[in-house]
């Protein structure tokens, strides 16, 4: 009984945002084509399920550190970089399995890089990766004589990784390392410790370095696979100015819900529903023309805060509806 | 009866002094050496280089000295780069439909206005409704950003401007000393506000320890909604201060502000978890070397693909020395 | 007599003397140093552009300072003027328009000259054109294509679509258009009307007619940002996409991500690469065209930097600038993509140039006194894919 509320209540969320989009899409006339609602087409449940993927890799990678108490603005940085180097030796070689292994020993390499830089060089993490963001920023100019990479996504054999259904490879292994270091390891365990009371932590004898250093190698592994998606699915051109920050900020969102939807289950779980979320709310948003320009901008702002409100104030709500049942009751 | 320094205490205070500054002599050090690169590869054309740097130093080291306020919380506003772009958008409406010198008062007064609510909305609502404070200012980043595409498809063109003659004085050297002058008059005002009143006081006491600070009786809520405020009213001046240099505002106009903000109190030394150690000069300092250095490697003549690595190079370099946290846990 | 004798014969001396100079002069340039601000910072075009204009640096005795825009932000851009300005250059060649009215101003400061490349300065031309073009410090530009007024690229689109369907095995019969905001780029709308009147008037005396979906503004419109799937529901039965907008970046990567890029055919502008994988009979045949403006259009906004350095001018040089349309390689066959991989905007190979050191300095007035303007405003009506063929 439990296990089915809990399951229940996990799902509320996807399916309260289809039940929505599918009401506003079906009385709207821009939706039809043909007498058929696109929103109801098979083309729905494709870009969702591919947009999920990527979503949900670069979410738990974000989430990883965050769960330990540290916000890492390099997660965007150490993605393009990666998918840069990785997309190129793809098309050297022709192998998509390369590429992918290729993504991830460069991710782990650069994650390694921003432990080692926070662990001695003892600055605060976020600067510190402020630090990593505009180095590893600076070498996509660099590396492959500042082309990035271009024609990896438009070649079949290649980009296996980033379409349907090779894409649920990459985000298993995403998901899985997630899940053996959060709840497998010991260094992961012991993370939400640290992340509650970091003086507490180390004073009873956690290892804090060994702990940034095993979250930040899983994190490579995560943020590998989020590379090779994402250079399966796009050009990927060098970046500057800190302009990889904003795919965190934009990744940062299924981040929180998923923490609240989690809830129910657990934070895995949350993230991937919230990315499934999210997913459908932006198709919705396609069918009625509000996909891009200034408009879908502002409804992803209000839906975020009106979410977060609603998730903060909801022990008000259950105290409220507690004394409305009591008062009945006294009645 | 005098009394005489001991001269082994006379000889450690030095060390001393330097050990407990030396982030701030690292922060000085990088100003100075980046100063000198400048004096050496200005050329022919020092003068005009230094007035370069001048104007585009100004918006941000006003927008920086109000960020002080906030970052000395331990918060950040991502939300700053679309704000500017919004207000700059905004002013120019508004300076274009009335007109004239009437026209540029009442264009900066709406937007000074939009900026207080914007940084009372950030500051209370966040308490309110118990949320991070990143999540008002996400909600405010998205928001400014479909406001100023939404403003900009509304005007059917890729830029809207209006002559700089209305804004600031022709001559420009005239120009240049308002620039210096509203310069250091923020910089005084905050100044004055950080080191000398509740303002600071408070606003410091939150970052260093917002429990203690609320126990102590400071309604923190209060201080937190005027920091931001503060901050709000920094960003509209600091917009004026934008469009007295370029006259013109479109889809993208203050994009990255925000991070340019943050790394420009880094370099300054400013801790971004707030607290005690935040200090007013990481303001002017950090934005100064950030501009300088930029200027620097242009005139130097580094390739375009390695400035980038340089200065993330420097700043590491910077961080190394100025932001390293010894003993203790790792620094959050 | 004698004291005249000599000083007639000193006169002389001087005269020979003078014209002996005047020739140096035009045999050796005065050195210059020209800005280069871009428009991206990567990407055939920029080092192909970097290739050809080092390969002109001794010829012409100039030096070139590189430096990038922004696409967004007028304070960034005004800032990056006027750091080249503190470099030290001459004169700058500017590829947007975006805070020109302050860029103009610290030009005319410095005195320091500017002119155009792959832009049309709309919004100058349009808002601002006293304070711009007749500005003395602003010497005209080389526009990207063709200027708003005077747009036939919706003629270029049909021509190319018609090509393709008389060596189609199966031609197209169903397209639809994307284009990116008029605010931003007006020429593309005016593109866009003008390929549905063209297809209009081919129906009326051709079988089979050519059916062109409606330019829906929510849908086709391109926002700056990658087109979504769902105009693959909403255009169905389409064979066919012109897109004005730039495709390669925003509107095939979204055909692939739907699978249709095996169905669809793409006529577009732009190249960054990549696409001659899948372009004509090869890969998947998705582009059908691809349209360029050739590096070497940067010639007129250097040659008129250049004159004015050396404190020359043409003798048929208009009064106030002039904004040209360029001609551009339109690539639309196997043929026309294997000309152009052997162009310099390809290879970023100098020697691949349409023009030497030797005939750019031909076109100078410095280096050329029978050089005209009218000569140099022609040639840029002359870089088509057949001039790069022969």
């Not at chain 1, 290729?102 to 001695?120: D, G, H, K």
């Not at chain 2, 700053?80 to 439909?97: D, E, H, K, R, S």
């Not at chain 2, 390739?303 to 961080?319: G, R």
Request: charged residues 15%.
């Amino acid at each position: 009984m439990k296990i089915i509320k809990k399951t229940l209540l996990t799902l509320l969320f996807p399916a309260l945002m289809f039940a929505v989009m599918l009401a506003i899409t079906a009385s709207s006339d821009k939706c039809y084509v043909d007498g058929q609602l696109i929103f109801l087409q098979a083309d729905m449940v494709r870009q969702v399920l591919v947009n999920a993927c990527m979503t949900v890799c670069v979410a738990l990678a974000i989430w990883l550190q965050l769960k330990n108490g540290r916000f890492d603005f390099s997660a965007g940085a150490n993605m393009i970089l990666s998918a840069i180097i990785a997309g190129n030796v793809g098309l050297q070689t022709g192998s998509p399995v390369l590429a992918l292994l290729t993504a991830v020993a460069v991710s782990v390499a650069l994650s390694c890089f921003t432990a080692a830089m926070y662990i001695f060089g003892r600055v605060p993490i976020i600067i510190s990766t402020i630090g990593a963001t505009l180095l590893f920023e600076s070498l996509t100019y660099l590396v492959f004589g500042g082309a990035g990479v271009r024609a990896f996504y438009s070649t079949p054999g290649l980009s296996v990784f980033g379409r349907l259904p090779g894409i649920f490879l990459p985000t298993c292994i995403a998901v899985a390392a997630f899940v053996i270091f959060v709840y497998f390891t010991t260094q992961g365990r012991k993370g939400k410790i640290l992340s509650n009371n970091q003086t507490a932590g180390v004073n009873i004898g956690i290892n804090e370095k060994r702990n940034i250093g095993a979250s930040y190698i899983f994190t490579g592994i995560i943020l590998g696979m989020a590379a090779v998606i994402y250079v399966s699915q796009n050009t990927v051109t060098p970046q500057a100015g800190l302009s990889t920050s904003g795919i965190m900020f934009s990744y940062i969102v299924p981040v929180f819900m998923g923490m609240f939807i989690g809830l129910a289950s657990c934070d895995v779980v949350g993230i991937i529903i919230a990315a499934i979320g999210m997913e459908i709310l932006n198709y919705g948003l396609n069918c009625l023309n509000l996909g891009a320009g200034g408009t879908q901008q502002i409804i992803m702002g209000v839906f975020v805060l009106g979410f977060y409100a609603f998730s903060g104030q909801l022990g008000n709500i259950q105290a409220l509806l507690a004394r409305m049942k009591n008062r009945r009751a006294r009645a | 009866m005098t009394t005489k320094t001991n001269p082994a205490e006379k000889r450690s205070s030095f060390p001393a002094f330097l050990g407990r500054h030396v982030y701030d002599i690292a922060a000085y050090a990088g100003l100075a050496a980046t100063l000198i690169l400048f004096l050496i590869f200005g050329g022919s054309r020092l003068a005009y280089n230094a007035q370069a740097v001048l104007q585009t130093s100004a918006p941000t080291i006003i927008i920086a000295l109000g960020a002080v306020f906030v970052y000395s919380m331990g918060y950040m506003d991502v939300s700053v780069g679309q704000q500017v772009g919004v207000y700059a958008i905004l002013m120019i409406m508004i300076i274009n439909a009335v007109g004239g010198a009437l026209g540029v008062v009442l264009g900066f007064l709406a937007v000074l206005a939009l900026a207080l609510l914007c940084g009372a909305f950030n500051g209370a609502v966040a308490v309110w409704l118990k949320l991070p404070s990143i999540v008002t200012s996400l909600f405010l980043m998205f928001f400014f950003t479909g406001a100023q595409f939404l403003l900009m498809e509304s005007t059917g063109t890729n830029s809207i401007s209006v002559p700089t003659s209305l804004l600031r004085p022709a001559d420009r050297g005239a120009y240049n000393l308002l620039l210096v002058v509203i310069i250091v008059a923020v910089a005084l005002a905050v100044t004055y506000f950080f080191r000398f009143s509740k303002l600071g006081k408070y606003t410091r006491g939150i970052g260093a320890n917002e429990t203690a600070t609320a126990q102590s009786g400071v309604a923190t809520t209060r201080w937190k909604v005027i920091a931001y405020m503060a901050f709000g009213a920094c960003v509209a001046l600091g917009t004026y201060v934008m469009l007295m240099r370029t006259g013109s505002a479109g889809k993208g106009t203050g994009t990255g502000y925000a991070m340019d903000i943050m790394i420009c109190l880094i370099l300054g030394g400013m801790p971004l978890s707030g607290g005690m150690k935040s200090k007013v000069s990481s303001a002017l300092v950090g934005t100064l070397t950030y501009v300088l250095l930029t200027n620097d490697l242009t005139t130097m003549g580094v390739d375009l693909n390695m400035i980038n690595f340089v200065k993330a190079l420097i700043f590491i370099v910077i961080i190394l020395i100025t932001c390293r946290r010894r003993g203790g846990v790792l620094p959050r | 007599m004698k004291k005249l004798t000599k000083s007639l014969v000193a006169l002389m001396l001087v005269l020979a003397m003078a014209l002996g100079c005047v020739s140096a002069a035009g045999a050796e340039p005065k050195h210059a140093k020209i800005g280069v601000a871009f428009y991206q910072d990567t990407g055939y075009a920029v080092v192909a552009t970097k290739a050809y204009l080092e390969s002109l640096s001794e010829a012409l005795n100039v030096e070139f300072v590189y430096t990038v825009l922004t696409q967004t932000d007028e304070a960034a851009n005004v800032a990056a003027i006027q750091n080249l300005i503190s470099a030290g250059v001459d004169g700058i060649i500017c590829t947007m328009d975006l805070g020109t009215n302050a860029i103009i101003e610290e030009c005319e400061m410095a005195g320091v000259y500017l002119a155009g490349y792959l832009c049309d300065y709309d919004v100058s031309y349009t808002q601002n054109f006293d304070r711009v073009f007749k500005s003395e410090y602003f010497l005209g530009t080389a526009t990207d294509g063709q200027n708003p007024d005077d747009t036939t690229i919706g003629h270029t689109m049909l021509s190319s679509l018609l090509e393709y369907n008389a060596r189609a095995e199966k031609p197209l019969t169903h397209v639809s258009m994307a284009i990116f905001p008029a605010w931003a780029f007006p020429s593309q709308e005016t593109g866009a009307k003008q390929f549905v009147e063209d297809v209009a008037k081919y129906n009326e005396t051709n079988d089979p007619d050519i059916l062109v979906d409606e330019l829906d503004p929510a849908l086709d419109v391109l926002m700056f940002t990658q087109m979504d799937t769902t105009y693959f529901s909403k255009h169905t039965g389409i064979d066919g996409i012109i897109s004005f907008a730039a495709g390669t970046s925003f509107v095939y990567p979204t055909m692939v991500q739907a699978g249709v890029d095996k169905d669809i055919r793409l006529f577009t502008t732009g190249f960054e690469g990549g696409e001659e994988n899948n372009f004509g009979t090869k890969g998947t045949q998705t582009f059908q065209q691809n349209m360029v403006s050739a590096v070497e259009s940067i010639t007129y906004p250097l040659v008129l930097i250049l004159n004015k350095v050396n404190g020359v001018t043409f003798p048929d040089m208009p009064e106030t600038a002039e904004r040209i349309s360029t001609s551009q390689f339109c690539i639309n066959s196997d043929e026309d993509l294997d000309a152009f991989m052997h162009s310099i905007y390809y290879t970023g190979n100098a020697a691949d140039a349409m023009f030497t050191p030797e005939q750019v300095l031909n076109m100078t007035a410095f280096g050329n006194p029978d050089a005209t303007y009218a000569a140099l405003r022609d040639l840029l009506a002359h870089m088509t894919i057949e001039d790069l063929a022969k």
